[in-house]
Structure formats: C-alpha cells, structure tokens
T-cell receptor
Framework: EAQVTQNPRYLITVTGKKLTVTCSQN?????MSWYRQDPGLGLRQIYY???????DKGDVPEGYKVSRKEKRNFPLILESPSPNQTSLYFC????????????FGSGTQLSVL | EDKVVQSPLSLVVHEGDTVTLNCSYE??????LLWYKQEKKAPTFLFML????IEKKSGRLSSILDKKELFSILNITATQTGDSAVYLC????????????????FGQGTILTVHP
C-alpha cells in the first residue's frame, strides 16, 4: 500500500531532550516536506527536500533540523525541544516539487513539558 | 506575505443540507489551489484547481475557482455524518520560470459538523 509512515504517533518529552521524528514513504517520491499544525494557524511548512541531499527552509524552520540521506526517509530532528514546539506534525511527500498533490502521514502529536 | 483565508471557521448542519465553504487568497504568482479533507489526523486530497470557471466534481463534492476574484468554493450537497471533518484550502505558487516552489500555503481550515 502506498503510504507515508511517521513514528511515533504520540510523544511526550521534556525541554532540552533531543528527539527525532521519523518519516518514510514507499512511493519513490522525490519531494518531501514537514509541516506543523497549530489551532488557528493552519498548517505551516518547516522544511522541505526536493531530492536526496537537497533540503531547504520553509516558513518556520527555527529549532528544527532535517536530513535526506536516502530518497525514502526524511527525519525531523529537534535538538533542544522547547514548549513552543508542542504541536501536531505532519510529513508529506509528492512525486516532485512541481507536483502539488501532497500525500500526508498520519501525524505525530508532540508535547514538550 | 502570501495569505489564504477560509470561511466560515466552523459550520454545523444537519444531514441532507447543502454547504458551501469559501477560500480566498492573496499570493504572488498563483499556480494552483487545492482542497483537502482532514478527518482525525492525516489530510487527504480532494481537488486541485488551476483554471478559472472549470468545476471539478467527485460525487456530492464539487469545487470551482475564480482567478479574477481570487477565491474558490467547495460545495457539498446532501451532507452525511461522514462528511464531518476539517476542510483545508491551500495555494501553490510558482517562481519566475513557472516552476512550483514546492510549498503549499494553507488556510486555517473550516470545521464542518454534520448532525444526524
């Protein structure tokens, strides 16, 4: 089944404790992206990647890192999480940058205490 | 700054009603407008619109784009409880060469609740 898989689905952590949210897609998509969703603010892009080893900042990249060493994986790293990073996170992918139809993962609900 | 605004923010109707959801946008270099349905967690794709005046339909759902007035509407006829969800509108823009930047700018979403 074609899908975008995120893990974990839920995560509670404390301020400053490094964490990684994994994202994997099995559709051979070139383009992958991370969004966060907050009440009243909609979905906002954090980082995106147009292909392996090519990443760029979105609208709200502060406090996050990403890497794209393989085509299928695009992990999101929070080196030193803070409470304002408590949010619902989505990984998404599409065939290429020029193809706007995004496929979303099931989301990761992160709480930073 | 690119902006996408949806209205209403929430809507409560009864089964069988028809609803119209609105999405207006202010962006430079518009490329396309997309509608997503978000139930529980992951948004799922509904429609992508690039040309004015051409209606896209899928069952009881339909959508149309007006590029002159910079808005789109999503219609749902004969609503069912399974239509209850958050409906998201998003806009894609392109660079000077016509290629997408690869980013969608989302509106806040409309929460639709359909009562039996």
């Amino acid at each position: 089944e074609a899908q975008v898989t995120q893990n974990p689905r839920y995560l509670i952590t404390v301020t400053g404790k490094k964490l990684t949210v994994t994202c994997s897609q099995n559709m051979n998509h070139e383009y992958m992206s991370w969004y966060r969703q907050d009440p009243g603010l909609g979905l906002r892009q954090i980082y995106y990647s147009m292909n392996v080893e090519v990443t760029d900042k979105g609208d709200v990249p502060e406090g996050y890192k990403v890497s794209r060493k393989e085509k299928r994986n695009f992990p999101l790293i929070l080196e030193s999480p803070s409470p304002n990073q408590t949010s619902l996170y989505f990984c998404a992918s599409s065939l290429s940058r020029g193809n706007e139809k995004l496929f979303f993962g099931s989301g990761t609900q992160l709480s930073v205490l | 700054e690119d902006k996408v605004v949806q209205s209403p923010l929430s809507l409560v109707v009864h089964e069988g009603d028809t609803v119209t959801l609105n999405c207006s946008y202010e962006v430079t270099n518009f490329r396309s407008l997309l509608w997503y349905k978000q139930e529980k967690k992951a948004p799922t794709f509904l429609f992508m619109l690039t040309s004015s005046g051409i209606e896209k339909k899928s069952g009881r759902l339909s959508s149309i784009l007006d590029k002159k007035e910079l808005f789109s509407i999503l219609n749902i006829t004969a609503t069912q409880t399974g239509d209850s969800a958050v409906y998201l509108c998003a806009v894609s823009i392109h660079n000077a060469g016509g290629t997408s930047y690869g980013k969608l700018t989302f509106g806040q979403g409309t929460i639709l609740t359909v009562h039996p």
